[in-house]
């Protein structure tokens, strides 16, 4: 009986210490064993990625493919330019291939692509292994055991976490690694035949990714930056991939004892940046440069031998890990609907402006990707200064700008810049900040990415809608001289500090002392140097309005797969109820926002309840939309 002669074909788990799945390939002592990665079409051309997450992909591969090579110098990561459905046929074939082996993947597009390999194998009379390890407990056993629900709290995921059972243990990094077998290309690429390029308006370049199946050279070399389209664009991420940074950076948070074992992430500074006050490991884990059971049991293991005073989930590192698998579960079980609105039955619908253009797919109606329709030019003007980092509030507008140089931004940033542009000012849709941030992130997961703004917008997973970051207050909170937004807005660097976070209130002395104007969007010709823009508006106003609008939305209770959204009758419902953006409100909390993600923060009342309690009220002015509600109800 002949040896196996396999192909692994790595994806998301660019490492190899803890793989699953590798180890599987590993434990059949195959006659020959070939590391392949396809340049799969669809995140070419179908996702939106920049050119920062480019390169730390590239980071990544290059760096596995070094260490493959240090355990067997006649192998190394083998990259084929081609559709994983169209190639693997013919390299099952060529090759004289007897198993595939992967790390399961639980992404909606991944699930489906997998679905046809796998049966494209079992064609070839090939056997194909799959293995979790992308994440601590496999998503669709966590599903399974939440009784076929997603887990849509850290509650949910740890009560099914019990079920399925303790998570398992890291395995041993190979220390020897097979050759590979010849690899004779004897048969014709088939290049892919979409139009569609989403990433497109970046590439300054001749995209050249499909130009030869083993690259340029014929090699199958690790793809470079300009032979993806950018000839003359360069990464500005000082954040670099690869196992190899992921295991030192690892050691070095265990290293600290106190820090590692005490971490609470909502007590970390999002204006820290020269280091950061996290761990900055989220991008290794996206690529899976960085297994989550190791840094889970890092982590549990040091909690254990620390004992009294050490933190716990949610706050505490292994809860980040655990945040993570929820929002991979709750994928896994919604499927497609998880990153839209549009037929997501556990997505309130709330008529937000510049909702998305759908299309019907052979999975039923989708949210195009980046397409919108603009219902409100002033929304639209505000969206486009929100992504620019120009919004006139200048702890936003250093947010977005660090985003989009470095591609990484601290966790609370995320979360006060996506209040700000959905419930907290801009009553934009959640969906135009998730297409952003797919852009713009290293560490672009999908799941958390839909899960996060979803629960930042309150439309799903958390509903203390009254609670909104405050632009001025929550920065402040964390860094009142400004350091921050010195950093990331330079023509407000000399500007006084009582003035850095509120520049529209200086006197015209102060301003010409600092050597700015207030002036403009900052947008097209009105960005100069030496001039900051104007606030897009009044941040108590709007934070009102936005409360009011979100008070009916939730009254009505509509959800993304209610039949009045589909159809759009939904529209008439709320027309009826003279329902205006502009109504406004009393009440909601204008505090700093530090609980205003916070799902287990207990809202309390009468003297004693904290610092924030006397600029608190629950108690709003009832308009027409809330009359028609009470209606429905009845």
């Not at 008529?351 to 949210?367: F, I, M, N, Q, R």
């Not at 799903?460 to 909104?468: D, E, G, I, V």
Request: charged share 25%.
């Amino acid at each position: 009986m002949k040896k196996p002669r396999i192909i692994y074909w790595f994806r998301t788990d660019l490492r190899l210490h803890d793989s699953p799945a590798l180890k599987a390939a590993l434990d059949l002592e195959p006659a020959v064993l070939w590391p392949v990665f396809t340049w799969d079409p669809h995140y070419v051309y179908r996702v939106k990625v920049g050119v920062n997450r480019w390169q730390y992909l590239l980071d990544c591969q290059s760096d596995l493919s070094e260490s493959i090579q240090r355990l067997n110098d006649k192998s190394k990561l083998f990259v084929l330019r081609e559709a994983p459905q169209t190639l693997f046929p013919k390299l099952f074939k060529a090759w004289d291939v007897t198993h595939l082996v992967f790390e399961k993947d639980t992404d909606v597009y991944a699930k489906e692509r997998d679905k046809a390999v796998i049966a494209l194998a079992e064609k070839a009379g090939v056997k194909v292994i799959a293995r979790p390890g992308r994440t601590l407990w496999d998503s669709d056993e966590l599903v399974a055991k939440n009784g076929g629900r997603p887990t849509m709290s850290i509650t949910q995921l740890q009560a099914a976490g019990r079920k399925v059972g303790e998570i398992p243990r890291p395995v041993p990094t190979p220390t020897y690694f097979p050759d590979p077998g010849d690899v004779p290309m004897n048969f014709k690429q088939d290049k892919p035949k979409s139009e569609l390029d989403l990433n497109a308006p970046h590439r300054d370049g001749k995209d050249e990714t499909y130009t030869e199946i083993a690259g340029p050279n014929g090699d199958f070399a690790i793809a470079t930056l300009r032979e993806l389209g950018f000839a003359t664009t360069e990464a500005s991420t000082p954040h670099r991939g690869g196992e190899t940074i992921a295991l030192k950076k690892l050691q070095e948070i265990f290293s600290d004892e106190e820090y590692a074992a005490t971490f609470q992430k909502p007590k970390t500074s999002p204006t820290a940046f020269e280091p950061p006050s996290t761990t900055l490991l989220s991008p290794f884990l996206h690529f899976g440069a960085l297994s989550p059971r190791l840094f889970y049991w890092r982590a549990q293991d040091l909690v254990e031998k620390y004992g009294k005073g050490a933190s716990t989930p949610p706050e505490s590192l292994t809860g980040q890990l655990l945040f993570r698998d929820m929002y991979f579960a709750a994928q896994a079980a919604i499927g497609t609907p998880f990153a839209q609105t549009l037929n997501n039955a556990h997505c309130r619908f709330i008529p937000w402006h510049l909702p998305s253009k759908v299309e019907a797919t052979d999975v039923g109606d989708v949210a195009i990707s980046g397409e919108y329709h603009v219902d409100s030019p002033q929304a639209e003007r505000w969206f486009q200064r929100w992504k620019a980092g120009t919004t006139g509030f200048p702890f936003v507008d250093a947010l977005m700008r660090q985003l989009r140089a470095e591609g990484w931004i601290h966790h609370l940033g995320r979360h006060m810049v996506a209040c700000f542009l959905t419930r907290g000012g801009c009553y934009v849709h959640w969906e135009r900040g998730a297409d952003v941030f797919e852009e713009l992130l290293i560490d672009h997961e999908p799941a958390c990415n839909a899960g996060n703004w979803q629960w930042l917008s309150c439309a799903a997973f958390y509903s203390q809608y009254f609670r909104c970051y405050s632009p001025v207050a929550f920065g402040q909170k964390w860094d009142r001289k400004g350091a921050f937004v010195r950093r990331w807005v330079p023509e407000l660097g000399d500007l006084d500090e009582k003035f850095i976070y509120e520049p529209w209130k200086a006197s015209r002395a102060a301003l010409d002392k600092a050597g700015v104007r207030i002036e403009g969007d900052g947008l097209g010709e009105d960005r100069k140097d030496g001039v900051y823009p104007a606030p897009m508006f009044n941040f108590a106003e709007r934070r009102g309005v936005c409360i009011a609008a979100m008070k009916r939305a939730y009254s009505i209770g509509l959800h993304g797969n209610d039949v009045r959204v589909k159809d759009g009758t939904w529209e008439e419902l709320f027309e009826k109820a003279g329902e205006t953006e502009m109504e406004g409100l009393d009440g909601g909390s204008d505090d700093d926002g530090e609980h205003a993600d916070d799902a287990d923060y207990k809202r309390e009342r009468g003297a004693g309840a904290g610092k924030h309690a006397r600029n608190e009220s629950t108690t709003t002015k009832e308009g027409p939309m809330d009359k028609f509600a009470k209606k429905l109800r009845t």
